[in-house]
């Protein structure tokens, strides 16, 4: 049975910051061993209990936090989806807004074609006294 998104991301993280920098700090320090990163992290990740490809993506990661390599930093990446965040929800009250104002404005039409054919114009206005 598949899991849904929702659980998906409700679902606690399984490697602490500091298994991720113990990981990563093993990786960099015996990289020149390797022809690449992925050779690297293929051939250390069993051995450290974690996926190749997520143990690779952290490396990476590492490597453009220290400016090794040009990309996105993490603090740049956690902005963008806080940003993006904010337009979402952003777009959401637009489209409430923009509904809500269609709404009214239908209702606001059928009152004045319902008084307009009913010739209500000239009842006369009652006034509301206060106590």
Known sequence: MPLSIERMESMPKPHTPEV???AVTYVLERLDRYKSIYGACQDLAPKLSIGAETLR???VQAQVDAGDRTSPTSE???EIKA???KVKDLEESN???RQSAIFFARELCATKRYV???AVRDRPIQAVVAA
């Open 20 to 22: 991720k920098a113990r």
């Open 57 to 59: 993506r952290w490396v």
């Open 76 to 78: 740049e990446l956690a």
């Open 83 to 85: 940003l993006k965040a």
């Open 95 to 97: 489209e409430i807004l």
């Open 116 to 118: 307009c054919r009913r």
